[in-house]
C-alpha cells in the first residue's frame, strides 16, 4: 500500500517533471491503478525512474512496471520464499490459493514447482537448499515472461481518498464528456 501523503508528493514531482498540472481526476485515476499493485517504496523508485527515463508523462502501466522491477529478481523470489516458509514455520500452513492471493502468480507457480504445501511442510534440512532452488528458477521465470505476474492480487488499501462515490461521479462525468463528444 502506498502512503497517501507520498503518493501526492510523488504525483506533484511528476507534474513538475513532465510540466503536467495533477488535477483530482487523475490523483483519483493513477491512485486506484497503483495504490493496490505498489508499495510506497515500490512507489518512489517508480516516479525516481520515470523522471529519469521518461519523456512525457507516463501512464500507469509504465510507472507500475517501474515500480515492480525493483531489484534482482532472484532476490524478490528469495523474499517470497521467506515469506512463505516463516507462515510454515510459525505454524500456519498455506495452499496454493492463499500464496497466489498473498503474494502473487509467480510465486503460486514457484510454490507448486517446489513441491507445494507437502514440501513446505515436511522437508528435511538436507532438502531445503533443492526445494528454494527450485521455487527460485520457476518464480523468476515467470516474472521473466511476465512481469506483472509477480504482483499480490490485494485489495483496494483503506486510507487512499478513493471512494464509491468519487469513482461513480468520475466515471459519470467521462461517459458525459464521451456523450458530449459523439453528439
Known amino acids: 500500500m502506498i502512503d497517501v501523503v507520498r503518493f501526492k508528493a510523488g504525483m506533484v514531482a511528476l507534474g513538475v517533471g ?12 493513477y491512485g486506484r491503478v497503483l495504490s493496490r499493485r505498489l508499495d510506497t517504496k515500490q512507489w518512489e523508485r517508480a ?8 519523456r ?15 531489484g534482482a529478481p532472484q532476490a524478490r523470489a528469495g523474499e517470497a520464499y521467506a515469506a512463505i516458509l ?3 514455520e510459525g505454524g500456519r500452513a498455506m495452499g496454493p490459493r492463499e500464496v497466489r492471493e498473498q503474494f ?15 514440501a513446505f511442510e515436511r522437508c ?4 531445503e537448499p533443492f526445494r528454494l532452488k527450485r521455487f527460485v ?9 511476465s512481469p506483472e ?35
Do not use: M
Open 18 to 29: 513532465f510540466n503536467r498540472e495533477i488535477t483530482a481526476d487523475v490523483l483519483d485515476v
Open 47 to 54: 516516479v525516481t525512474r520515470a523522471l529519469e527515463a521518461e
Open 56 to 70: 512525457f508523462f507516463p501512464p500507469p502501466t509504465v510507472l507500475l512496471r517501474y515500480g515492480i522491477a525493483d
Open 86 to 88: 516463516s507462515r510454515f
Open 104 to 118: 502473487g502468480e509467480a510465486a503460486f507457480d514457484a510454490f507448486v514447482a517446489a513441491g507445494g504445501t507437502r
Open 124 to 127: 528435511e534440512p538436507r532438502d
Open 137 to 145: 528458477e520457476a518464480w523468476t521465470e515467470t516474472v521473466d515472461q
Open 149 to 183: 505476474r509477480a504482483l499480490p492480487e490485494g485489495d483496494r488499501p483503506a486510507g487512499l481518498p478513493f471512494t464509491t462515490d468519487e469513482a461513480a461521479k468520475f466515471l459519470g462525468e467521462v461517459s458525459g464528456i464521451a456523450r458530449e463528444g459523439a453528439a
